[in-house]
């Protein structure tokens, strides 16, 4: 056991002990002094803390502390009204406070019991209540403020944990101070009511059982309790004082003193004031001038000293500030902090500021936070932050958005304007200024706010300018997703698999395939919109067949193949029949034929005639499933499917191939076509 546990259990037993066994007059001094310097430590942390958590205990030191003072006015009180001798320390505040009148002894007493109650403790009790209602409130958005900066770069991870942390415990102190006030109060109550009792007791005491007259058990028995109520109300005092400062403490960064003196006197014009008002007291009243006239000269002195040395102050700084710029120069120039590149980036001109700025009502950061956690949602993996900043360079209502550096794509929009679009059945026109909508690159059309009512009653589609940005920044980050995804992200899936399902990962990692391994795997599967949400699945399947082959592209057609009631499900409407086109059995077998193999991996070594035709006979398939509405998706066998998707990707992007063991069986396809070169 650590001695400062076994010290903290002497202090609380002891304080409970004192209750029950009487103590003898000399070690009760010893105590009472004892409790005066622990009440001294208390009140001297608490002016020069700099923020009230670093006394995060503080709750618990008022009620240890407070039960330890009302042991010992308890053994004090045991003392007086049994032997009339409860010490040195007890008849010397007695004797010395009040001077040897007791009346006076008397009203110093009453007056620190009143201040302690009235002032300290009932504005502490006030302010503690207010700062924890004021702490709790606001709680959420110091959350929000925390992600928002998380989002945006300013802050990484463990700094987000850092501060989130931070605001729990603030809540919980202040919340525990608004209680613990109260044991202050109470004890300055209870201090009260044991004066009370030993004095009417220890009169009692002398009279009726020491046989001494009234006026000499008055005497003795008023001073024995004086000194014994101003040993108890003075760390009472002192702790009080205490709780007052940590609650109202408002600087972070600086101690009391440091703020006491920078606030009052940091300005030579009030000191001079002062000075000025202080010798006109003097010497035109009857106050006395020996007191006043000296006071505002030293007023007056002290406000010219100020501004000599803040002008001396002031030329040191720019001393300095033009010493670090010629070092800046100097300085042979750091790059490295250039060097690295931000894997998504949103820049936008002047005036989309707005729109990103809370403080003006934007909400593009909240829009950009759902955009991570809907990816995630969707396609089980988490999108890096998104770095969103301004760019003078930029027209104004521009925005471009950057993959590793690179600007991928662009928009533009109209600040309080709408855009609106035609889903396809609207006849009636409304009228505004043309344009494209920047995901898709549908004809749209910009509104104003009047006209919005009217489009959407004729049934347009009406989005506001932060949603065309999230929406464009979304499909963005859909299309790029794979090359988002790094080894240390597949590195932490990997972790987090590992918790629950550790005889797996064994298993598989390092054994049988590398990180880099089922990194190339896993973006596979991305690159086609395919969820990696169920790890479990992807990972068994991989251990299943790793064992034959390390090929990550036969390794990512086995794995879809495990994954083919989500990909049914993504692709195919249920209790609908789905049209598709199937793939000519004979450019199957002219694929098959063309696949090379080499420790590289498989390519296709396609004679590009014979390429170009079944591009041509695909786009005819395409162009038929367009035309009747439906969405273009050929099916394949499966031993085919990769190698006639990297034929096609560059080509067709939102061309989905899909294999026969992919789709579940429940559902209902019908083909109306056929990828042939003969039909080509």
């Not at 000599?308 to 300095?320: G, L, P």
């Not at 794509?409 to 709408?418: A, C, M, P, T, V």
């Not at 004729?458 to 988002?484: F, N």
């Not at 879809?560 to 059995?585: G, H």
Request: one cysteine or more; hydrophobic letters at 45%.
């Amino acid at each position: 056991m650590k001695k400062t546990d076994i010290g903290l259990g002497l202090y609380i037993l002891a304080a409970i002990v004192f209750l029950i066994i009487p103590l003898p007059s000399f070690l009760l001094d010893i105590l009472m002094a004892f409790n005066i310097a622990i009440a001294l430590v208390i009140l001297f942390n608490a002016v020069f803390a700099k923020e009230a958590l670093e006394m995060s205990s503080f709750p618990t030191y008022l009620l240890l502390t407070t039960l330890f003072r009302i042991s010992l006015n308890v053994s004090s009180t045991k003392l007086i009204l049994g032997t009339g001798d409860p010490g040195n320390v007890v008849r010397a505040f007695g004797e010395f406070v009040g001077g040897g009148n007791l009346i006076l002894g008397a009203i110093i007493f009453v007056i620190i019991i009143l201040v302690q109650m009235m002032v300290i403790n009932k504005g502490s009790e006030r302010v503690a209540e207010v700062t924890a209602r004021f702490t709790l409130d606001a709680m959420p958005g110091k959350q929000m403020a925390i992600d928002a900066d998380l989002n945006t770069g300013a802050i990484n991870d463990k700094e987000a944990r850092e501060r989130r942390e931070k605001i729990q415990e603030e809540s919980s102190f202040f919340g525990a101070m608004d209680g613990a006030v109260k044991y202050v109060k109470g004890d300055a109550i209870a201090g009260i009511i044991i004066t009370v009792i030993n004095f009417v007791g220890g009169i009692c005491m002398g009279v009726l059982m020491q046989g001494m007259d009234i006026s000499e058990a008055l005497n003795q028995y008023t001073i024995l309790t004086i000194g014994d109520g101003l040993v108890s109300a003075i760390p009472s005092l002192l702790i009080s004082l205490a709780t007052g400062m940590l609650v109202t403490k408002s600087s972070k960064n600086k101690e009391l003193g440091d703020i006491v003196f920078s606030q009052l006197f940091a300005i030579p014009k009030v000191l001079w004031g002062v000075g000025g008002a202080m010798t006109v007291l003097g010497i035109f009243t009857e106050l006395p001038i020996y007191v006043f006239v000296p006071l505002g000269i030293l007023c007056i002195y002290l406000g010219f000293r100020l501004r000599d040395s803040q002008a001396a102050k002031n030329i040191e700084e720019e001393v300095d500030i033009t010493e670090e710029q010629a070092d800046e120069i100097r300085r042979p120039e750091n790059v490295v902090s250039l060097l690295q590149v931000d894997p998504i980036e949103l820049e936008f001109g002047y005036g989309i500021i707005p729109l990103a700025d809370v403080n003006q009502g934007g909400d593009l950061i909240d829009r950009v936070v759902m955009i991570r956690r809907q990816i995630a949602l969707e396609l089980g993996t988490v999108v890096p932050i998104i770095r969103m900043r301004d760019n003078i360079q930029l027209n104004p209502n521009q925005y471009i958005i950057k993959i590793k550096g690179i600007k991928v794509s662009e928009g533009e929009i109209l600040f309080d304007h709408y855009m609106a679009m035609n889903p396809g059945n609207v006849e009636e026109e409304i009228s505004g200024i043309p344009t494209f909508e920047p995901s898709y690159h549908l004809p749209a059309i910009w509104i104003t706010e009047g006209q919005r009512e009217k489009a959407e009653a004729l049934g347009y589609t009406v989005v506001d300018p932060p949603s065309i940005i999230a929406t464009h920044l979304t499909e963005i980050v859909r299309t790029y997703i794979d090359e988002l995804l790094t080894r240390q992200d597949v590195q932490n899936l990997i972790s987090n698999i590992k918790e629950s399902n550790p005889t797996l990962v064994e298993e598989l990692v390092p054994k049988l395939l590398s990180v880099g391994e089922v990194q190339k795997v896993l973006q596979n599967l991305l690159k086609e919109g395919i969820s990696i949400r169920d790890l479990l699945t992807i990972f068994e399947t991989l251990a299943d067949h790793a064992v034959v082959t390390r090929d990550t592209d036969v390794l990512t057609e086995y794995a879809r193949q495990s994954l083919k009631r989500a990909i049914s499900s993504k692709f195919f409407a249920p209790n609908e029949t789905t049209t598709v086109v199937t793939l000519d059995p004979a450019i199957e077998q002219q694929i098959m034929g063309a696949v090379k193999q080499t420790e590289q991996g498989s390519y296709i070594a396609l004679d590009p005639e014979v390429n170009q035709k079944i591009l041509k006979a695909t786009e005819s398939e395409i162009k038929k499933l367009e035309n009747m509405g439906k969405t273009p998706i050929i099916v394949t066998s499966p031993i085919v499917r990769m190698y006639y998707k990297r034929m096609t990707q560059d080509y067709y992007k939102d061309l989905i191939v899909v294999s026969y063991n992919e789709i579940d069986t429940n559902v209902e396809l019908q083909s109306v076509g056929m990828v042939s070169i003969a039909a080509a």
